[in-house]
């Protein structure tokens, strides 16, 4: 026997009882997204790698060591597997020439790539929702995605989040910033692991976003960039948060936090929860005013986030997620040449009034599937032998309790349609 083939490692399959709850959240997603004007947009998986190289930064590590890249072996194409949205989104806004149509906001889903190691919440194939806003450059835009974050938050009833929040400043702040920073560390230079004396001058910033300990007290004696803020920036920053406190949104200025992408200035922010372990950023972003301009297109500002659905989704779970199992309306048992064609009939004009019908295939007895129909959790069952094939007509049995009763195939969905009203009421439903 050949050896069975597995997933690779760090993407997962998503099984019916866990894609019912995805189906849930992303519907939740999509009504909170429209309820802030935010529309769809779908771009490619795959994309050239310059896109990446150019956007996030090539002293990243996600442009160092985390990008699924290759050569299309028949055109000689570099291309890469898409680690994150905000590039792509970037890239189809100018090509399509959306911005002369004025500001866009969108929002895009779907499976990213990162060859990160895999562990609890870290997955090389996870997904994430982003939401991007492009040509708007006042504070209240950068404050209304953290209010978005917020109302998902409590639509979700979620409550074990906190929002992280910083100013990057400008190019100019930060490199006021940086020449202050290197000089900071060449004084330690001897105190640096050997990811910080590589990172010293090619890019400082992210040392402070270092996970080793070791460096910590280093780190937090450093340089701060809030201190090398002009006037325009911390007033930007400034306003951003007059909003969230006047709604009512706590949070916490975190001068470290700097994020793993180069393409942001101003406002960043990450919602984060100490409930999931080492993974806790549950979604980040920030503006990034720069990057439609360094991808080609006139210069335009623009902010935005995205959610890690796979962490969400964990933290809903933790905070009692119940989404329930989704059953049939009917199940329909039938025996027989006759009765198995009156079953597909019944069974398509019941859809097309509206109800969830699973129609039993494969044959067997009636108690056979009978048993098949309790184990489906649908209220009713529906049985078609052979005299009920020869009169045109179904019995309808319920599966809790209640008398079976027959009744003409063409009367069924009215007769449906009271049955299930009735058990909704008796469920304090309706
Ligand atoms: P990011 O911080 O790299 O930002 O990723 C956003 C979120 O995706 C993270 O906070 C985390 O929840 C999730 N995530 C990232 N890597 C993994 C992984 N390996 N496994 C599971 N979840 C992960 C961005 O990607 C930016 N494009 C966000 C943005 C949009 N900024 C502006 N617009």
């Known amino acids: 026997m050949s050896q069975t083939l597995q997933a690779v490692r760090g993407m997962n399959d998503i099984l019916p009882d866990e894609a019912e709850t995805w189906d849930v959240f992303e519907e939740i997603v999509r ?14 998986l795959v994309e050239p790698t310059p896109l990446f190289k150019r956007a996030i930064g090539e002293v990243t590590d996600i442009v160092e060591k985390e990008m ?23 890239r189809a806004v100018i090509q399509h020439k959306m911005l002369h149509a004025g500001p866009q906001r969108l929002y895009y889903h779907g499976p990213m790539y990162r060859h990160e190691r895999p562990q609890k919440g870290r997955y090389r194939q996870f997904h994430q929702i982003g939401v991007e806003a492009l040509g ?80 910590q007290s280093l780190v937090e004696a450093a340089p701060k960039l809030i201190d090398f803020l002009g006037e325009a920036s911390m007033a930007h920053f400034e306003a951003v948060q007059q909003v969230l406190k006047d709604a009512g949104i706590p949070f916490a200025i975190n001068p470290r936090l700097v994020r793993g992408l180069d393409y942001y200035n101003r406002t960043v922010f990450e ?5 999931l ?32 659905v796979e962490r969400v989704l964990a933290l809903w779970r933790a905070s009692g997620e119940t989404t329930e199992r989704m059953v049939p309306d009917a199940y329909l048992v039938h025996v027989g040449d006759a009765a198995g ?50 009169a045109g007509e179904v019995s309808l049995k319920p599966l809790r309790g209640g008398e079976q009763q027959r009744i003409s195939a063409d009367r069924l969905a009215d007769v449906l349609m009271d049955r299930l009203l009735q058990v909704e009421e008796d469920d304090g439903g309706i």
């Open 68 to 90: 699924y890249s290759f050569v299309d072996s028949l055109n000689g194409d570099e291309l890469t597997l898409r680690p994150e949205g905000t590039a792509s989104c970037v």
């Open 277 to 308: 372990g080492a993974q806790g950023t549950v979604c980040a972003g920030g503006r990034y005013d720069g990057l439609v301009e360094q991808l080609g297109g006139k210069p335009a500002p623009a902010a935005g986030f995205a959610i890690g």
């Open 341 to 390: 064609r009156l079953a597909f009939r019944v069974a398509e004009d019941l859809r097309a009034c509206g109800f969830d019908v699973l129609m039993h295939c494969g044959g067997g007895s009636f108690k056979s599937q009978m048993k098949k129909a309790d184990g489906s959790g649908a209220e009713l069952a529906l049985l078609i032998g052979e005299d009920e094939a020869a």
């Open 136 to 215: 708007l450059a006042g504070p209240d835009i950068d404050a209304e995605l953290i209010l978005m974050g917020a109302r998902l938050w409590d639509d979700l009833a979620i409550d074990d989040v906190r929002l992280e929040l910083n100013s990057l400043g400008s190019a100019d702040e930060r490199a006021r910033h940086r020449g202050a920073l290197v000089d900071y560390l060449q004084a330690h230079h001897d105190g640096l692991d050997e990811d910080g004396r590589r990172r010293l001058h090619s890019n400082p910033l992210r040392i402070l976003d270092t996970k080793n300990p070791e460096l």
């Open 271 to 275: 919602w984060v929860t100490d409930s």
């Open 31 to 44: 009504s909170w997204l429209r309820s802030y004007g935010y529309r769809p947009m779908r771009m490619p």
